[in-house]
């Protein structure tokens, strides 16, 4: 057995499903033989992880810096749309994944040399990521499992009635609108806003 066999079962259980015993099962092995290869089901999470962000490109350092962030928040979103359960997983990890660290990283330089000072740019990059990250947080069942995008929208449609009925009908027509739409959609336009915002603190510095 090698390690990349032990990822690719521990990405086909999934993240929502993942145990070492999930994986143990997966693999027709006891858990006891996977434990010579990871230490523990943290371990088994980073290593998928690194293996889903790894066979992704980090987006383009050279394109600018608000190109290169709503790439970043692209590349996230979609990474995290592919994989249930991914999102929560990058929040709660306890062993950063080399590759998503590099790239946060590049992320990172390419801010403070667009002019960004330390502050601003670890809270535009942290923003980003939790934008991208919070969609796939949301939508839980009431049996606590979480569905694929198009399964959160029509939870969140469920919902209409009790949001709409008392709103103002220039926004209450505009949401039923957007919760009938493309879920990507909604997501840009809310990742647009922030970068319009972060422009805006970046412009509003000193000497710019």
Not at 46 to 70: M, N, Q, Y
Not at 87 to 95: F, G, M, V
Not at 159 to 184: K, N, Q, V, Y
Request: proline share 5%; hydrophobic share 45%; net charge negative.
């Amino acid at each position: 057995m090698r390690r990349d066999d032990i990822v690719a079962a521990a990405l086909a259980v999934g993240f929502e499903s993942l145990t070492v015993a999930a994986v143990a099962d997966r693999l027709g092995t006891r858990r006891s033989t996977l434990y010579g290869y990871v230490a523990d089901r943290d371990e088994l999470a980073t290593a998928a992880i690194e293996h889903v962000f790894a066979s992704r490109a980090w987006p383009d350092t050279a394109a600018g810096w608000r190109r290169h962030l709503a790439e970043v928040i692209d590349l996230i979103w979609r990474t995290c749309d592919e994989h249930p359960g991914l999102a929560d997983e990058i929040s709660s990890l306890r062993i950063a994944p080399p590759t998503l660290v590099a790239g946060t990283n590049r992320s990172l330089t390419v801010l403070l040399d667009a002019g960004f000072t330390p502050d601003d740019a670890l809270l535009a990059l942290d923003m980003a990521i939790e934008l991208a990250l919070g969609y796939h947080q949301r939508g839980r069942t009431d049996t606590g499992t979480r569905p694929d995008t198009a399964g959160a929208m029509r939870r969140r449609r469920n919902h209409l009635p009790g949001l709409t009925d008392t709103m103002d009908p220039r926004a209450a027509d505009r949401l039923r609108e957007l919760l009938r739409g493309d879920p990507h959609d909604w997501f840009q336009a809310k990742a647009d806003l922030l970068l319009d915002a972060i422009a805006a603190r970046l412009k509003a510095q000193p000497g710019r």
